[in-house]
């Protein structure tokens, strides 16, 4: 004690020390599943008719990437400033978030990234194919026609687009009201389909003989001339002076020719036009009273669209179905018969039947008939005879004796009137085409149904282009695939509109624009169903190190050196974007 | 999901950890967080097979394999070693299982803390003796079938609230951590290495094998001890300042049971009275919290 402690080194630690890595324990011997990455198809990329890669465009608005992600929805529509606006997005409905907490603004997006393109004058980064030698001409510049066109020039074919009115865009221009669809919008997406080539003749009207002298000039034609001629009411008075089809008089206010409406006025029916006619009527001064034979929700209409009207004062009578129309003086005697619900039809809308005995009588200044719309023309519909027909999803196809196809779309051929509908025909009809002009008529169908997003009937040209979604597994993600762990509540955004008393006084937008940051905000709000975002919880969570990031598009790999299948990964993917599967299967 | 740490790994592949591993996966996070100027004490447990045979070691830091009991004995000399050499840059780590810091390490342990030893310990929780066959513990909790509570002789103690022994012990910070939220237990690993004296984490860490479970379902079902409020997410500093980290889902206690073989037995009445006892547990720790339920 007292003494200095003297610290003794050793000069060789006697305990064993390990300096080998563990890395030559090829682990992935223990292996029996295997997982590995598999991205899957959004429930409602596969609801869009046009198929639109809704999960991979909300993904790139959330990084930001407005140009990329408006780019990717022009690989499946040409409309997104249109769709943004007038289309009833049945994505949503479908949408995955939807049984989470409420269903993603996916119309929203699209529409701000619509805006943003025209903002900063985006140019498409759409590529096309090589130049092909077939010619096709395209009859009616509405959407189904100009989608047509668009494909078919991405697809290398030049395309003829003839139209009878004096400015292309259909229904777009002549029907749907402007508060809906401003008409620089429409205009700003047809020149960029003008711009890919493709010639529209305005004001050219084609006849009958056009298909039978089309050979030799054309090798296919695509018919999209719309349902334009109101269907008769069939009842007495319907010819009486004053009384106006629904679509003529939308069609005047979009030429800007209407005066004020004075009084209360009937619209009959119950489809989007009739709807519009009544919205149309608001703010023209007059009050609006839609007459319709079924219930309010077995209108064809769609729901947004009648909702708002009511907003606006538009009354709804059901069960009414007109029977006759008198004239005295000034006014209109519209005689209704009461309807009964009697059960239910295929389509899931009520049946109905007379009540016996119970008739009404609503008088009004003026009435408008909007019950459904029909072809123009006989020969517009698809032709019952040729060599060779085919009913596809959105589109037929005749191919007739003298050699060409024809194919008709839009509403000659659609259950659903919609504009998205007429672009999945058009889309449709031109992949049918290349297919015919490469493989011949019977290999359509089968060609085809290898192209759709999920189980159909939506069709992927980028797919079909064989681009990145080519690798896309089919199985469309469901809402108990997704790992709701890692989502929290989030209320969707409302949707930022015009005040009601300033929509009952102009024909100005409604929806107004929302901001890059509620855009991203709703954007991140998706799931992204089936589609690696980089969360990398696949990385961070592996016990054995066996996920490795690399410079590949997906960003990384299973090491299958050391993986031991515990299918860690695949349960903490919480979209979906991955799989596990027996080994040596 | 982002960690805020290096992209740098400590550990290798070809480890021999049962697949689906929680304490692999604690161990990885702790590293990433910790860096590799650690010194690693090792007590007998899963991981003193998972690191490797001999002359194997799956960890790129010193790791001293050490006896049972003496996790936070170890630590203390380890450390002074370093004082000796000079060495205030690496941190001293104590990585012991459940049995080894709850039962038979508990008083080396308790010693080093009571003086204030500048390291830290992390205990990594699978709520048995696994490494020898399922024996029960004093952290296997009320309900759990093991091999030494087996059939109707489940366990009916209580599990052991070892945070709050350390916090006993007014050590500068104790904090619980779970594999299913890496920001956090990485947050709290780099927390702990700045501060000096002794520092105590308890890391939930599931086992696929002794829970009988299914191996992809061991980060499901540690988050769901977070959300059920059976493993709450806290931290203690100076033994009276605490923090709850994250408030929960407070989802039903049998959301968690239902996952896992070793509480098939329990009854909807079992069930009940374990659900009081949590209520009961997460109730007292707002109150040391001083906050308030949801
Ligand atoms: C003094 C002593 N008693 C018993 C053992 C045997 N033994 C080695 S590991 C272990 C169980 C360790 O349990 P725990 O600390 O919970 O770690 P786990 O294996 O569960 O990861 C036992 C009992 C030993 N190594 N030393
Ligand atoms: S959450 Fe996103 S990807 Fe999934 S269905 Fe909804 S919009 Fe589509
Ligand atoms: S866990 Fe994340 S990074 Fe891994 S596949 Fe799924 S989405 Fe992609
Ligand atoms: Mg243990």
Known sequence: MGEKAEIIIADHLLIPRSSQSTESNKTGSWRFLRPRYDEKTAPCSAACPAGEDIAMIEMLTTQGLFKEAWDTILKENPFPAICGRVCFHPCERRCNRGEFDEAIAIHAIERFLADTAARNEFKSSLEKQPERKEKIAVIGAGPSGLAAAYFLAILGYACDVFESMPEAGGVLRWGIPEYRLPVSVLRSEIVRIEDMGVRIYTGTSVSRDFLSNARGEYDAVFMGCGHSRSRKLAIPGEGLEGIEEGIVFLDRIRRGETDAVKGTVAVIGGGNTAVDVARSVVRLGGKALIVYRRRRQDMPAFEDEISMALEEGVEIRELLAPVRIDRAGDYFTLTVQAMRVAGEETDGRAAIEPEVDKADEIVIQKIFKAIGEEAAEEWYNPAERGKQRLTLGNSVLVHRDDGIVVAYGGDLTNDTKSVVHAVASGKEAAMALDVFFRKGFHAIQQELAAYMVGNGPSLSMETYMKGRRSERNHHVVAYDEINIDYFNLAARITQPRLLIDERKKTFGEIDLKISANLAIREAERCFNCGLCNQCDNCYLFCPDLAVCRDDSLQGRHINYDYCKGCGLCVVECPRNAMVLEEEGQ | ?294
């Open chain 2, 1 to 294: 999901m982002e960690l805020m740490v290096h992209d740098q790994e400590y550990m290798s592949s070809g480890h021999v950890g049962c697949p689906g591993c929680g304490a692999a996966i604690a161990m990885r996070f702790l590293l990433k967080a910790l860096g590799d100027k650690i010194i690693i004490i090792l007590p007998a447990c899963c991981w003193s097979v998972i690191a490797g045979p001999y002359p194997q070691s799956t960890l790129h830091v010193p790791v001293i394999h050490s006896a049972f009991e003496t996790g936070g004995a170890v630590a203390s000399g380890v450390k002074a070693a370093l004082d000796m050499k000079g060495d205030k840059e690496t941190t001293v780590v104590t990585w012991a299982g459940d049995g080894g810091t709850f039962d038979i390490g508990f008083q080396a342990l308790s010693g080093a803390v009571e003086r204030n030893e500048d390291f830290i310990y992390v205990c990594y929780d699978n709520e048995a003796y696994m490494n020898t066959g399922i024996q029960r513990s004093s952290s296997t909790p009320y309900g759990a079938w093991t091999t030494t509570t087996p059939g109707d002789e489940w366990k009916r103690l209580r599990k052991k609230n070892i945070v709050e022994a350390l916090v006993a012990h007014r050590i500068p910070y104790a904090a619980t951590a779970n594999i299913a939220f890496p920001e956090d237990l990485v947050r709290k690993a780099k927390k702990a290495q700045s501060i000096t004296g002794s520092k105590f984490l308890h890391i939930y860490a599931s086992c696929p094998t002794g829970w009988r479970i299914a191996s992809e379902l061991s980060i499901k079902i540690a988050r769901m001890a977070v959300q059920t409020n059976i493993f709450p997410l806290y931290e203690v500093e100076d033994g009276v300042k605490y923090t709850i980290n994250y408030r929960p889902k407070e989802y039903p206690v049998s959301e968690y049971f239902k996952l896992q073989g070793r509480f098939q037995h329990l009854t909807e009445e079992d069930l009940e009275h374990i659900q009081k006892m949590v209520d009961e547990d997460w109730a007292l720790l707002l109150r040391k919290a001083g906050e308030h339920p949801s």
